[in-house]
């Protein structure tokens, strides 16, 4: 009988301890999957703001360092980056309207750097194009003044030749502009809270997670395409979201991928913003089209994703990143119909009209028959006088690929008369400063030339931008 009871209670400790094991085990597997699933949706990285040293309202001053970092990307392996102030991408610098910034930029990186500050309106010495380079160990000091409407700007290198690998291995951050109308307005502006900034990029990692750029010939034509997609420098992340309205400032900021973006569910969205700054109304849309280099402003409504609820953002099939709700915004946003007064320049003001041809194929990728020297000026602008520009996309595409060719223009903002002599969208109504010209297209746009300088003109495919899609107009 004993014998029979101490039975009965080993059977009954094996099945308790069997059980703790079992529990045990259950719990170390779902803390596992659990760190797996955090690892494929990492929160979203978000820029810190750049720190403005000059306590006078007027004045900001500001230091950018573009050095060498490390970062791990995927599977937890490091991979050898470039960052302003850090391992990868810049912190964004915000400025308004009406004052006097003075940058210094330092280059700890032991090649020709320099920094271009895209879409803003400063003279050809301040530009940071090919001509403002900073050698190694060297320091950049430029100064300028901010006079133009509110907008979501970037900056990133700009050096001859050597453009695509630089922004590919981590230069790039983006540049906002306030002003007294878009502060009054009632749309979400909390920095990190309710706005957030989204840089779009693709890339690819070698066995060891190095980041690579090892350029093909298919690269070379149709600009660098990449295998992993990256927001703000991560792998599909998340965000966690309040569910109202929320602001996205979204940048193409790879070298040559097109993105056709669009939320999951087909749910619409609002823009407000193109590459200049604030529409004159909002537009309502299901798809949004950025090409290399372009900008735009979106508002999306997340009060109607229940608590825990997820929304993706998608390029075509593909998704790059993952918003939940939690929580809700006690903030109701009334959008105003009117978001900015857009002034159109007078057709009838124009002084000159100038055609732009791109065309040709791999190396031999030209406008108007030329590729770029920096030894020779091809465009001579008056200061102050309006021109039309047609830009033609001549290139010849190849099967179901196309050979599109967004087009910058630095040191003006530009207003799009016609794509292939039909009104532009909408949305493409505002100031723009880089448009997508598809083959056959031909884009007319207008625009004022507000500073003395050398500028640049240039497929903003940066591969095609480095094998010499490019040239140089002086205004005088």
Known sequence: ?????????????????????????????????????????????????????????????????????????????????????????????????????????????????????????????????????????????????????????????????????????????????????????????????????????????????????????????????????????????????KRGLVRLRILNGANGRTYHLHLSGKQTFTQIASDGGLLKSPVKLKNLTLSAGERAEILVDFSALESGGTLQLKNGKETLMYFKAKGKDNKQYRVPQKLATIDKIPVSEAVKTRTFVMKGMGPDVNINGKQMKMDRIDEKVKLNSVEIWNIKNASTSMGTKEMVHPFHIHGVQFQIISINGKTPPLNEQGWKDTVLVNPGETVKVIMRFPFKGIYMYHCHILEHEDLGMMGQYEVK
């Open 1 to 241: 009988m004993k014998n029979r009871k101490r039975w009965i209670l080993s059977i009954v400790i094996l099945v308790i301890l069997i059980g703790a094991a079992f529990f045990y085990s259950h719990q170390q597997q779902v803390k596992e999957n659990a760190k797996q699933k955090a690892a494929q949706h990492p929160p979203l990285p978000v820029p810190a703001l750049l720190k403005d040293t000059n306590p006078d309202p007027k004045v900001a001053d500001f230091t950018l360092s573009a050095q060498q970092g490390k970062k791990s990307f995927v599977s937890g392996k490091m991979s050898t980056t470039y960052g302003y102030n850090g391992s990868y991408l810049g912190p964004v610098i915000r400025v308004k309207r009406g004052e006097q910034v003075n940058m210094i930029v330092k280059n700890k990186l032991k090649e020709v750097t320099t920094v271009h500050w895209h879409g803003l309106l400063v003279p050809g010495t301040a530009d940071g194009g090919p001509h403002n380079q900073i050698a190694p160990g060297k320091t950049w000091k430029v100064s300028f003044m901010v006079n133009q409407p509110a907008a979501t700007l970037w900056y990133h290198p700009h050096p001859m030749g050597k453009t695509g690998k630089q922004v590919y291995k981590g230069l790039a951050g983006l540049f906002y502009i306030d002003d007294q109308n878009s502060e009054s307005l009632d749309i979400p502006n909390k920095y990190g809270k309710n706005d957030f900034p989204l840089v779009l990029q693709d890339r690819r990692f070698n066995k060891s997670g190095q980041l690579s750029y090892k350029l093909d010939m298919n690269d070379q034509m149709f600009g660098f395409q990449g295998t992993t997609e990256l927001v703000n420098g991560a792998v599909k992340p998340q965000l966690k979201v």
